[in-house]
C-alpha cells in the first residue's frame, strides 16, 4: 500500500466526501456481477444541490489535471444526464464552456424526434458517468456518438472499482475499465480509485471507517485487477 505521502489529495477528498454524503457505503451489497461486497458507491445519492455542485467540481477539476482534450460532454441515460450537465455547469464556472449532449432512453416520435438531445454532437467527445460495472453502457454511447457524427475520446468516471470484469458469467483478468481503453481506445479518468478507498481506510481517525479496512483488502485481494 502507498505511504500517506503518496497518496493522490484530490482523490482522499473525493472519497472523504463520499463517505460524508453517504454516498459511500460499507457493509455487504451484492454486485451485479454477483459478487459480496464490502462497499457499496451509490452515485444517485448525490441527491441535493450542494452534493451535485460539489461532486461536479471534483469531475472538473480531476479533468483539467488531467490534459484530455475534448470539444463537449456526452451523458448516458440516466445518471450521465445530471453530471454532465453540472460538470459543464462548473467547467463554465472554471473558464471553460463546454456544450453538452444526453440521451434520452426511448426514441421520440414528436418534437425534434430521435434520441440524442441538447448540443449537436460533433468534434472530441467526452462520455460523463458514475462508475463503470460492465463496457455495455460505453459501447452504447460510443455507438450513438459516432452515429452522429462525433469522435468519442474518453470517459471520465467517479469510481474505478479496480476488479475483475466478468465475460459469460466467468471471472476474467482484466477490469472493465482496463477493456474500454484498450477495445475502444479511450482514456478514462477517473476521479478516485478502489486503491484511493483503500488508502483513506488505512489512514482515517474514524475507528468505525478503519474496521472496514480488511474486508475492503480482502476483496481486492479477490477480485482486483
Not at 505511504?3 to 489529495?9: F, G, K, Q, R, V
Not at 473525493?14 to 454486485?31: D, I
Not at 475520446?153 to 476488479?163: F, N
Amino acid at each position: 500500500m502507498s505511504t500517506h505521502e503518496h497518496t493522490d489529495p484530490l482523490a482522499q477528498e473525493f472519497v472523504e466526501f463520499s463517505v460524508k454524503a453517504g454516498v459511500l457505503r460499507f457493509g455487504e451489497f451484492k454486485t451485479k456481477a454477483g459478487r459480496l461486497s464490502p462497499y457499496f458507491f451509490n452515485a444517485g445519492l448525490f441527491d441535493d444541490g450542494a452534493k451535485l455542485g460539489r461532486l461536479a467540481e471534483f469531475y472538473a477539476r480531476r479533468l483539467l489535471a488531467s490534459g484530455l482534450q475534448f470539444d463537449m460532454l456526452f451523458g448516458p441515460a440516466y445518471k450521465g444526464i445530471t453530471l454532465a450537465a453540472a460538470v459543464s455547469v462548473e467547467l463554465a464556472r472554471l473558464g471553460h464552456n463546454k456544450p453538452f449532449a444526453y440521451n434520452r432512453k426511448e426514441a421520440k416520435d414528436h418534437g425534434e424526434g430521435g434520441t440524442l438531445v441538447g448540443a449537436p454532437v460533433r468534434g472530441r467527445v467526452l462520455i460523463i458517468d458514475d462508475v463503470i460495472s460492465a463496457g455495455t453502457s460505453v459501447r452504447e454511447s460510443i455507438t450513438m456518438i459516432e452515429a452522429a457524427g462525433g469522435q468519442p475520446v474518453g470517459v471520465s468516471l467517479a469510481l474505478d472499482r479496480q476488479e475483475k470484469a466478468t465475460e459469460n458469467g466467468a471471472d476474467v483478468a482484466w477490469s472493465a475499465v482496463q477493456d474500454v481503453t484498450r477495445r475502444f481506445n479511450l482514456s478514462v479518468v477517473s476521479i478516485a480509485t478502489l486503491q484511493d478507498l483503500l488508502d483513506y481506510l488505512a489512514h482515517t481517525s474514524d475507528a468505525a471507517l478503519a474496521a472496514h479496512a480488511d474486508s475492503v483488502a480482502g476483496y481486492r485481494a479477490r477480485y482486483g485487477i
